[in-house]
């Protein structure tokens, strides 16, 4: 028997454009569902089971493994699992890489989280920006000549794509010896990334990877040895590579559905450089739009550091966006609303977003564009 409060389905799911968390693979939630009384095999739920369980050694080896295949990560680096979002890791970076160093650590800051994890590493050491966009409100990114790097940094901190304002490298800049320090927080797994030119990279999984309570972090092992000894324990690289990310109780059930995702990108899209493609696809019927729309939308990012994840644009007025993002809702596309700071309308089309869900989108803003631009009453009422 179905009962109306656990009866819902799949098509009462709507377009979701949450920029975080935000939208899993259909086939995921449904794995999830399916498996949630009883793992296979197991005779209890991944919500009960021990971290020190032979069945969550097992799904904490295969996403290991499937994380390593996908991203091809070398044997000179190590994957951990852990907690705190990427929030932590602004302070984690810089107590294991720069606290008692002389040198710098250069920051890139392109957007609110390269902000953010600047303003966090300034508590811990020396901090020099080699780059920062704030004057034009984080519109476009660094060319590799216009990086100011310290000789001797301690890293090179650079966030590949800006979830607020919507601007993602296309290249890792070149940082020569100095390593490279990556949040990759939402375009993670969504492209492939040369893990073996990374000193550090790191991702909370709620945006393409899966649900809030594991951040992914892969280290070159190297740099392991600057954990200092005196660090507590659970904010120390060292000590969580030590013991195979169990140095207290896991975020077993999110590491869980991490592994159901890497399985899921695997089975429907093979490699990343197909999802990445895949993802282009989806990004560019959005901007094409934006592009043909004599400037009825404009976009915030410039057009060669446009993100394929969070698209951002606005209309002429705020009263437009408002009436926009109403009548998107309407017709199902929700969560479209940009941040504060940009104003605005984000689009996040995070892997798990549907090419059909875009293809809606992109229609309601044909007709959107073509029912309000040119009739100036229309514009000035959205009421
Ligand atoms: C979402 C996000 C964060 C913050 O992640 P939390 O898990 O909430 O700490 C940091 N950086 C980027 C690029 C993000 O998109």
């Given at each position: 028997?179905?009962?109306?409060?656990?009866?819902?389905?799949?098509?009462?799911?709507?377009?979701?454009?949450?920029?975080?968390?935000?939208?899993l693979?259909?086939g995921?939630?449904?794995?999830?569902?399916?498996?949630?009384?009883?793992?296979?095999?197991?005779?209890?739920?991944?919500?009960?089971?021990?971290?020190?369980?032979?069945?969550?050694?097992a799904?904490?080896?295969?996403?290991?493994?499937?994380?390593?295949?996908?991203l091809?990560?070398?044997?000179?680096?190590?994957?951990?699992?852990?907690?705190?979002?990427?929030?932590?890791?602004?302070?984690?970076?810089?107590?294991?890489?720069l606290?008692?160093?002389?040198?710098?650590?250069?920051?890139?800051?392109?957007g609110?989280?390269?902000?953010g994890?600047?303003?966090?590493?300034?508590l811990?050491?020396?901090?020099?920006?080699?780059?920062?966009?704030?004057?034009?409100?984080?519109?476009?990114?660094?060319?590799?000549?216009?990086?100011?790097?310290?000789?001797?940094?301690?890293?090179?901190?650079?966030?590949?794509?800006?979830?607020?304002?919507?601007?993602?490298?296309?290249?890792?800049?070149?940082?020569?010896?100095?390593?490279?320090v990556?949040?990759?927080?939402?375009?993670?797994?969504?492209?492939?990334?040369?893990?073996?030119?990374?000193?550090?990279?790191?991702?909370?999984?709620?945006?393409?990877?899966?649900?809030?309570?594991?951040?992914?972090?892969?280290?070159?092992?190297?740099?392991?040895?600057?954990?200092?000894?005196?660090?507590?324990?659970?904010?120390?690289?060292?000590?969580?590579?030590?013991?195979?990310?169990?140095?207290?109780?896991?975020?077993?059930?999110?590491?869980?559905?991490?592994?159901?995702?890497?399985?899921?990108?695997?089975?429907?899209?093979?490699?990343?450089?197909?999802?990445?493609?895949?993802?282009?696809?989806?990004?560019?019927?959005?901007?094409?739009?934006?592009?043909?729309?004599?400037?009825?939308?404009?976009?915030h990012?410039?057009?060669?550091?446009?993100?394929?994840?969070?698209?951002?644009?606005?209309?002429?007025?705020?009263?437009?966006?408002?009436?926009?993002?109403?009548?998107?809702?309407?017709?199902?596309?929700?969560?479209?609303?940009?941040?504060?700071?940009?104003?605005?309308?984000?689009?996040?089309?995070?892997?798990?977003?549907?090419?059909?869900?875009?293809?809606?989108?992109?229609?309601?803003?044909t007709?959107?564009?073509?029912?309000?631009?040119?009739?100036?009453?229309?514009?000035?009422?959205?009421?």
């Open positions: 028997m179905v009962t109306d409060r656990n009866g819902a389905d799949a098509g009462e799911r709507l377009f979701n454009f949450s920029p975080g968390p935000a939208v693979p259909l995921v939630l449904e794995e999830i569902r399916r498996d949630m009384l009883c793992l296979p095999g197991v005779g209890s739920s991944i919500l009960e089971i021990s971290h020190r369980s032979p069945a969550f050694d799904i904490l080896d295969e996403t290991r493994t499937a994380l390593a295949r996908l091809d990560v070398p044997d000179t680096h190590e994957i951990l699992f852990l907690q705190g979002g990427a929030n932590l890791q602004f302070s984690m970076i810089p107590m294991n890489l606290r008692g160093r002389d040198e710098p650590a250069d920051y890139v800051v392109t609110t989280w390269g902000a994890a600047a303003k966090q590493a300034a811990e050491g020396k901090v020099a920006t080699a780059w920062d966009g704030k004057s034009t409100n984080y519109d476009h990114l660094p060319s590799q000549d216009e990086l100011a790097l310290s000789p001797q940094a301690a890293y090179v901190h650079l966030t590949s794509n800006e979830t607020i304002q919507g601007v993602q490298f296309k290249e890792m800049p070149d940082t020569g010896d100095r390593p490279l990556c949040d990759a927080s939402s375009d993670f797994l969504s492209r492939p990334i040369n893990v073996s030119k990374m000193g550090l990279l790191y991702a909370c999984a709620q945006k393409n990877a899966g649900i809030a309570g594991v951040t992914v972090v892969i280290i070159r092992k190297d740099l392991l040895e600057r954990s200092a000894k005196s660090l507590p324990a659970m904010l120390s690289y060292r000590e969580h590579a030590e013991k195979d990310s169990r140095a207290n109780t896991p975020p077993v059930f999110a590491i869980y559905v991490l592994g159901l995702v890497c399985r899921w990108i695997r089975d429907t899209f093979g490699d990343l450089e197909q999802l990445a493609a895949h993802n282009a696809r989806k990004a560019a019927l959005l901007y094409d739009e934006l592009d043909a729309s004599n400037g009825f939308y404009s976009g990012a410039a057009p060669a550091c446009r993100s394929d994840m969070n698209v951002t644009f606005r209309m002429p007025t705020e009263a437009l966006d408002d009436a926009f993002i109403a009548e998107a809702a309407e017709q199902g596309l929700v969560d479209l609303r940009g941040h504060r700071s940009v104003g605005g309308i984000r689009a996040s089309i995070y892997n798990a977003m549907p090419l059909e869900g875009v293809e809606k989108l992109r229609d309601f803003m007709a959107f564009r073509q029912a309000r631009s040119g009739s100036t009453e229309a514009a000035g009422g959205s009421s």
